[in-house]
């Protein structure tokens, strides 16, 4: 056998994953992802289809997946959950919180409020409760990861999405000071920033819609795939991403940093 020439590991062979949102788009993928490199996945969502599909998807490939119905806005089916996953999986390692939806509102709607209740409730809320209700896990072997799903939107802003964009940026705030509380206990918290991504959250958008603006605001002038998310996301759950935390990582082909 080849001897090895660095220590640390870039594999998270055997390790538990917890996923957010995992029965579709950028959940699924990375949910696809880590099963291919040997971790065994927590595939949750609130939607049984995607549940279903995603697991039998990942154990018809010879992976490890436990399929969970999990509601992100329910602490109830929080608690529920974990629980089923420790019984089954043992523990969590590494904790996506990726699940979203799109909330979109002008400030003169009657029903801001609700929107605006709405979007913390699905999109911030449940990240914090998440990563306190597996920090007896991500504590105990002293390289617990958390990655936080938040946005270019986290970053900047667009009309029409008030509360969204408040809670993207909430996820950042969130992500800084949990990476800071975090430290002692050798727990990552970072922070992927989608940009535009082929996902069933975008494909409602027109196509034409869709090339224009990926032509126009992006320097790779082009949507991205979810797997492209999926691999950031796993490079910051290896071991070896052990001195990043506190990130805030974009990934939008260069549509943050683009002036022209
Ligand atoms: P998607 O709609 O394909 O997937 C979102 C998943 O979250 C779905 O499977 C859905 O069932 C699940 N979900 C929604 N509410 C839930 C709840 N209460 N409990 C559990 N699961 C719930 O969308 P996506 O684009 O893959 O979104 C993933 C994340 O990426 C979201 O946080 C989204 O805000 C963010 N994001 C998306 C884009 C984009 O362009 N698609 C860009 C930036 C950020």
């Given at each position: 056998m080849t001897r090895r020439l660095?220590?640390?590991?870039r594999s998270v062979a055997g390790k538990v994953v917890l996923i957010t949102g995992a029965g579709s788009g950028m959940g699924r993928a990375t949910a696809l992802l880590f099963a291919d490199e040997g971790a065994k996945v927590a595939v949750t969502d609130f939607r049984s289809e995607g549940v279903e599909s995603v697991t039998a998807e990942i154990t018809g490939a010879g992976g490890t997946a436990l399929g969970v119905l999990l509601d992100v806005a329910d602490p109830t089916s929080i608690e529920a959950g974990l629980t089923m996953i420790r019984d089954e999986l043992g523990r969590v390692d590494v904790l996506v919180n990726n699940a979203g939806i799109s909330v979109r509102a002008d400030p003169d709607d009657e029903d801001f409020d609700d929107r605006w209740q709405l979007a913390l409730d699905v999109l911030l809320t449940p990240h914090q409760q998440l990563i306190r209700a597996c920090l007896d896990d991500l504590r105990a072997n002293g390289e617990g990861r958390v990655i936080n799903i938040s946005s270019t939107e986290g970053l900047g802003a667009s009309r029409s999405t008030t509360p969204y964009t408040v809670a993207k940026h909430g996820v950042i705030g969130l992500t800084r000071a949990m990476a800071i509380e975090l430290a002692k206990y050798g727990i990552t918290v970072n922070a992927v920033c989608p940009g535009p991504i082929l996902t069933s959250m975008t494909e409602a958008i027109q196509a034409e819609h869709r090339e224009r603006f990926a032509r126009r605001r992006t320097a790779l002038r082009r949507y991205g795939d979810p797997e492209e998310v999926a691999h950031m996301v796993l490079n910051i759950a290896l071991p070896s991403s052990s001195y990043v935390t506190g990130a805030v990582i974009a990934v939008d082909g260069g549509q943050t940093m683009k002036n022209d």
């Open positions: 660095t220590k640390l590991s």
